[in-house]
DNA sequence: ATGGTTGCTTGGCAA
């Protein structure tokens, strides 16, 4: 039997709630995280989700902004939530997921997105992005998460690699892919005992995008998009990966989210 | 170079 765990940034998941029990009837993942959940927890559909058979909720939820949850169709134990930079904001949420003898343990993050100006002087939000990366790192090392087998997921807000975007020439500029942020992200990723399971199955060189602007008239057409939804896994499953599945017709269907869901399969 | 859209809410941020 495979565990399939999924990720998606769904922008209001009172608003999506349609497509996103849309995704778990067609794709069936057993874990699914969501970022940009956008309400309070008692506003989170919960009933729905568990009557499609997601039994398991572990929830971080915010008036408006922000937001992540787990929804599992499999045991949850030791749900815990993580602020970083002291500002109260939901953007990280972890459980151990009991999936038979297996234990796997999935953090589910939310990067601030950073603003528009790549400056910390100038945009305190970019500033904010750069502090919350570093303080992602310190963590990391503290958590000592290769004493486990560990998943982390999420919308991380950065396009590290140049074929993460339509034009790495034109971005350079442009916050999500900017040089101190992939190299703050490197800092993060080298922190822990983490391999990239998108790249480990589709080349460096080859385009790979998550997430494209609702500000283009048909996305589609024009493809510019970037990856911005990150799953790392501890070196010790890297052997267990056996699949990928990035929905890309999610970003055409009815009130789409402009990320779309990223899931990963593995083996016993 | 600029503006483009969406969501949470109804004015203006945040993404």
Redesign the pocket.
């Known amino acids: 039997m495979s565990l399939k765990i999924a990720t998606w940034n769904i922008?209001?998941v009172?608003?999506?709630k349609p497509i996103v029990l849309r995704y778990l009837k067609s794709h069936g993942p057993d874990v699914l995280c969501l970022q940009?959940t956008?309400?309070r927890d008692s506003e989170f559909p919960s009933s729905d989700l568990r009557a499609a058979g997601y039994q398991y909720l572990a929830i971080n939820g915010q008036?408006?902004?922000?937001g992540v949850a787990i929804a599992s169709r499999m045991p949850l134990a030791d749900i815990d939530k993580h602020e970083f930079c002291n500002m109260g904001d939901a953007r990280h949420i972890s459980a151990k997921v009991i999936a038979g003898q297996r234990e796997i343990t999935v953090h589910n993050f939310y990067v601030?997105?950073?603003?528009?100006i790549a400056d910390r002087e100038l945009n305190p939000?970019f500033g904010h992005k750069l502090d919350f990366l570093d303080e992602m790192a310190e963590w990391m090392t503290a958590e000592k998460l290769a004493h486990r087998p560990s998943v982390l997921v999420g919308d991380l807000?950065i396009a590290p690699l140049e074929h993460d975007v339509w034009s790495h020439k034109a971005l350079l500029k442009v916050v999500s892919h900017t040089p101190i942020e992939v190299e703050r992200l490197k800092k993060v990723f080298e922190a822990g005992p983490w391999v990239d399971a998108l790249r480990t199955k589709i080349p460096e060189d080859e385009k790979l995008y998550t997430w494209w602007?609702?500000?283009?008239?048909d996305w589609e057409s024009a493809n510019k998009g970037r990856r911005l939804d990150h799953v790392w896994l501890s070196a010790d499953l890297k052997s267990a990966l056996a699949d990928l599945d990035i929905l890309k017709d999610a970003r055409g269907w009815e009130?789409p989210s402009?990320h779309v869901p990223v899931m990963i399969s593995l083996n016993d």
Do not use: I, M, V
């Not at 008036?63 to 922000?66: E, F, I, L, M, W």
């Not at 601030?112 to 528009?116: Q, S």
């Open positions: 922008n209001s009172r608003l999506r940009e956008k309400c008036k408006g902004y922000h601030p997105a950073g603003g528009d939000k807000n602007s609702y500000r283009s008239a009130r402009d």
